[in-house]
């Protein structure tokens, strides 16, 4: 009862005198400390320091509104009337704490909004119990993502890694990460000599899609990486670690991050670009940013800075293939060539077993989707670049004058890459066209029916459509063309 009566006091000071400044009495230890960390990265990119880490970058752009799994919230930089909102007097930037989860905020995390006619960031730093300072890295990173989507020029709409099977370049691949690694602690002119001479080697073996994929990763995820490394340098504020040893744990882990394969193809180019950052700051030109923010990536502007003769050029590269073991890097690759080739063949023979319907979309040019991402428990990269999940999660909105459509994949065993996706759900998942009900298997001949509704409700995933379309059924599946020009 005690401890009843002095939450509602609190509640009530909370609200009637309008400001508040003993937040860290609603808040736990841990999730105080993450604020005013959080106020001193805002404050910090308005500072002089904030231009060296990345000149152009704030965060008080914006709103930044942050929670811990729950309610309250506390926003930075936030305008409102709205008088559930509280002024936080203890915090710098200007900060405001509600307890009301007026517009859904709860749901979300890492994303913007439009709130109140201000692009709002929104971070969810997770359970009082699981705070980290890890988290701060992973708020920094996505923030700035948004930055570099507003203002780096060149993004390519469409980019694939095709060279994932080779074997040549998979041990070259090893063999530069080797040489990355040793130069976070001997920041030299001679260790990117290094790294160059390889890289050169390597991107040889490359088509101009991998290495334009991989110029895009780098530009995108490894700089994301590079700005947590620079900030929390600039402003030590994460105690548990060094910069740069977090930097050395982060790149051993994703060097080898789910295999050679996917590692080579995603997860190696966040350590990349962020090493190679680091080399710029002491090697390279000061403007090595607003070139990559141009459209060069780090490895680029890298390759500009070392002047390599032919003769050298030989030297090096035999004198690192047989200091790190080139013929067992090698082997290495080619055995998870054969490893990742045999699962993708046992992923189409489950595949083809599964007796549900195969379900494809047909979307007009004029239809707007968005959508997908979510969250696969396993993907595979196929040879066209394209990518195969294992027990996806995702959904789509599909929209025209017409149709609104909403596809949800809950978690999908098997799904193709396709128009949205192609995947298969269970015979007995429940249909209903234009009102009328029954089951997908219970559909056994080949036809085409246009509808005005369509719903689709499996264990796996759920269809929605409102408005005109068509459904085609096969032998082996269904065919849904979305939008009033379906035949």
Not at 171 to 185: D, F, G, P, R, V
Not at 311 to 324: C, P, S, T, Y
């Amino acid at each position: 009862m005690f401890v009843l009566r002095t939450f509602v006091f609190t509640f009530i000071v909370f609200i009637a005198f309008g400001s508040i400044s003993a937040y860290s009495e609603i808040l736990s230890s841990g999730q105080t400390d993450v604020t005013k960390k959080v106020a001193k990265i805002i404050s910090f990119f308005d500072s002089p320091q904030g231009k060296e880490a990345w000149p152009g970058f704030h965060l008080s752009t914006g709103p930044t509104i942050i929670y811990f799994g729950s309610n309250p919230f506390i926003a930075f930089d936030f305008k409102t009337s709205d008088s559930s909102w509280i002024q936080v007097k203890e915090l710098e930037p200007p900060a405001m704490m509600s307890q009301v989860d007026r517009w859904n905020l709860a749901h979300a995390s890492s994303v913007s909004l439009n709130i109140e006619n201000q692009l709002a960031y929104i971070f969810d730093f997770g359970r009082p119990d699981k705070i980290n300072d890890e988290e701060l890295g992973t708020f920094l990173h996505e923030r700035f993502h948004r930055f570099q989507f507003e203002t780096f020029e060149n993004l390519p709409s469409h980019t694939v890694f095709l060279d994932h099977f080779n074997i040549e370049q998979l041990a070259l691949t090893l063999l530069e990460n080797q040489m990355l690694l040793k130069s976070i602690h001997d920041v030299s002119m001679e260790a990117l000599k290094d790294i160059i001479c390889i890289h050169t080697a390597r991107v040889q073996l490359l088509k101009p899609e991998s290495l334009e994929w991989e110029r895009w990763q780098q530009r995108i995820e490894g700089t994301a990486d590079y700005i947590e490394t620079r900030t929390f340098t600039l402003l030590p504020i994460i105690k548990s670690t060094t910069p740069l040893l977090q930097v050395e744990v982060q790149a051993k882990k994703l060097f080898h991050y789910r295999g050679l394969i996917d590692s080579s193809i995603k997860w190696r180019h966040y350590p990349v670009g962020n090493i190679l950052g680091i080399l710029l700051d002491k090697l390279g030109p000061q403007n090595w940013k607003e070139q990559v923010a141009h459209g060069l990536g780090p490895m680029d502007i890298a390759g500009k800075l070392v002047q390599i003769n032919p003769n050298e050029f030989k030297r090096r590269l035999i004198e690192i293939k047989d200091h790190f073991n080139f013929t067992l890097a090698q082997n290495i690759a080619e055995t998870e060539v054969g490893k990742y080739q045999a699962d993708l063949k046992a992923v189409d023979g489950r595949y083809s077993q599964d007796s549900g319907a195969e379900i494809n979309f047909l979307i007009p040019p004029q239809m707007k989707c968005s959508g997908g991402g979510g969250r696969s428990e396993r993907t595979y990269f196929l040879p066209d670049g394209s990518t195969l999940d294992l027990g996806r999660g995702a959904s789509w909105r599909c929209e025209s004058k017409s149709t609104n459509a909403l596809i949800t994949l809950k978690s999908v065993p098997i799904s193709y890459p396709g128009i949205l996706s192609r995947f298969k759900i269970e015979q007995t998942a429940l249909m209903e066209i234009d009102g009328h009900h029954s089951s997908i298997g219970m559909f056994t001949e080949e036809k085409s029916q246009p509808f005005h509704s369509l719903s689709i409700n499996g264990r796996t995933a759920i269809i929605e459509v409102n408005g005109s379309g068509t459904i085609s059924f096969f032998k082996r599946g269904l065919l849904i063309t979305l939008g009033s020009q379906a035949l």
